[in-house]
């Protein structure tokens, strides 16, 4: 089993950034590959990025291209989303998730956050 437990969301203006955090506890988290997803409200779930458990390998999704980065402390048990030039459209609950595997991927997680809310303001 792991836990993870979200921080970092607010209320931003356009073009603002934010840093999420996603700390894990339970399972050897080095041994799993982390994401991040967003849901706005009346949407489907989106996938925004993945990174391997190395944290040598990312992926993300078309709309958060450029302005989002991903990135793990092993150390410390916790993944981040780095989001810059943040959009009105950027607005939706921000969760974290974990699946077992080497390469970042976008479906096949197994855990998951309670989320974050991000609300970016025009």
């Known amino acids: 089993q792991v836990q993870l437990v979200e921080s970092g969301g607010g209320l931003v203006q356009a073009g603002g950034s934010l840093r999420l955090s996603c700390a894990a506890s339970g399972r050897t988290f080095s041994s799993y590959t982390m994401g991040w997803f967003r849901q706005a409200p009346g949407k489907e779930r989106e996938f925004v990025a993945a990174i391997s458990w190395s944290g040598g390998r990312t992926y993300y999704g078309d709309s958060v291209k450029g302005r989002f980065t991903i990135s793990r402390d092993n150390a410390k048990n916790t993944v981040y989303l780095q989001m810059n030039s943040l959009k009105p459209e950027d607005t939706a609950v921000y969760y974290c998730?974990?699946?077992?595997?080497?390469?970042?991927?976008?479906?096949?997680?197994?855990?998951w956050g309670q989320g974050t809310q991000v609300t970016v303001s025009s």
């Open positions: 998730a974990a699946r077992s595997g080497i390469s970042p991927s976008s479906h096949g997680y197994d855990y």
